[in-house]
């Protein structure tokens, strides 16, 4: 997985002072694949999101339609 941007890792004392990394606003997640034929890639990406009173876990599902290049099978 190739992370595009950069976190600001830091100590977090509401977790034991566990080292977490943090985004401000976004940040992209890339990873290339080979398919060989026509796929329909299905599953959810889990995240945790925080101010200074709470946490609030949260999941997205997604769905890709993935076509294969023809030329290269």
């Known amino acids: 997985m190739q992370e595009l941007g950069s976190g600001i890792e830091s100590m977090e004392p509401l977790f034991d ?3 977490v990394k943090f985004y401000n606003k976004t940040f992209t997640l890339r990873r290339t694949v ?3 034929k ?3 890639l299905v599953g959810y990406i889990e995240c ?3 101010d200074d ?3 609030t876990a949260e ?3 997604f769905k890709f339609d ?3 290049n023809k030329s290269t099978n």
């Open 48 to 50: 945790m999101t925080c």
């Open 17 to 19: 002072n566990i080292t």
């Open 53 to 55: 009173r709470q946490c």
């Open 34 to 36: 080979k398919i060989k």
């Open 38 to 40: 026509d796929i329909t």
């Open 59 to 61: 999941y997205y599902d």
């Open 66 to 68: 993935l076509i294969a």
